[in-house]
């Protein structure tokens, strides 16, 4: 981010987010925007597709480059690219600046005992009287399924100064 061009990039960014969200097979985005007193000047976004084929069509559509285009004059140096897949795509940082496993796993765990509970108690007791594999082969979808969609962005949210000591005030 060139200094002083902040506002006027994440205008941009906004607008840009705004509109993007109408392109075919593009399921949602989320801005990562620096804080003023971390001292970084790196915007992250992080968006989901239907398939990698409408990832690859989005990322070369022209709502796209004209983006790239616009912001041009407003950024220092090119964008980067990561792909996330899984429960991993919470835990956002690059690998060495990833928060060390025992904290990722003590967050994942912290995820997963609540929602096997709750399961437990409410879906486990329909699911009870159903054959083993087919009774786990569901249980364990919907734990998936909360745990991704669900539990993990809120618990990485609430831990991020912890997870993240370094990004500590990063708004995500």
Known sequence: M????????????????Q????????????????????????YGILRTFVSESDRTAFY?????????????????GEPEYRQLHGLEAWFRNPPSDSPPLWKMAIATYLG????????????GRLLQNWNFVLNNIVFNAFVVALLTWV?????TMALHGWLNPKYENTII
């Open 112 to 123: 997963v005992v609540p929602v096997i509970m709750f399961l437990a108690l409410t879906l």
């Open 19 to 42: 509109r993007s969200l109408v392109e075919s097979g593009t399921r949602g985005v989320h801005l990562i925007y620096p804080s003023s007193s971390s001292g970084s000047n790196e």
């Open 60 to 76: 070369q559509s022209p709502l796209y480059c004209e983006w790239l285009t616009a912001i041009k004059p407003l950024v220092d």
């Open 2 to 17: 060139k200094p002083g061009r902040e506002r006027d990039f994440e205008r941009e960014l906004l607008a840009f987010a």
């Open 151 to 155: 539990v993990m962005p809120l618990i």
